[in-house]
């Protein structure tokens, strides 16, 4: 879910509120805020039921496959070993040459209360792979373009 800069600012200034560390090549609008729906009335965050995260990355049509055989070599399997992980749909689009994962989990706890390091573990993992597919020295050769999540109705 996407903030303005105003609305982050608003919450992060809420007692219940913290920033959640964001990953290194992320935008000001792919920081995520967590908050706690108890102190917070009307909360779009839900405790309980699943949740599906949604993450877009630039994938460029001739490194698809590439981008595909890292996935399932690092996230994939990693994910499948998470408590809470029930399924995810990776997609692709072929006019905007970006990728969509769409990962749902049992609720926001099993999903938010994954270690940061561990994440950074597997995503350093996953960018080691892309580099060796793809032939690139340095870097992640498929930026994050974006990470919310969606609730459900």
């Keep these: 879910m ?4 105003g609305l982050l600012l608003l919450l992060s200034s809420h007692p219940s509120a913290s920033l959640a ?13 967590v908050l ?22 630039k994938v ?17 399997p990693w994910l499948r070993q998470q408590p809470g992980f029930l399924d995810r749909q990776v997609l692709w689009d072929p006019a905007n040459e970006e990728a969509t994962l769409l990962i749902r989990w049992a609720d926001r ?8 390091e561990e994440v950074q573990r597997i995503q350093q993992a996953f960018e ?10 340095r870097g992640n050769p498929f930026p994050l373009v974006f990470e919310g999540e969606l609730v459900p109705q």
């Design 36 to 57: 706690d729906r108890d102190t917070v009335p009307d909360s779009p965050y839900r405790t309980e039921g699943p949740v599906v995260e949604i993450l877009r990355l």
């Design 21 to 33: 560390a964001p990953p290194a090549n992320s935008t000001p609008a792919a920081i995520a805020t």
């Design 128 to 137: 080691s792979l892309a580099r060796e597919h793809t032939g690139t020295a």
């Design 109 to 116: 706890a099993s999903w938010q209360g994954i270690p940061a």
């Design 2 to 5: 996407a903030l303005s800069l």
């Design 60 to 76: 460029p049509a001739p490194l698809r496959q590439a981008w595909l055989r890292a996935e399932r070599a690092s996230w994939e």
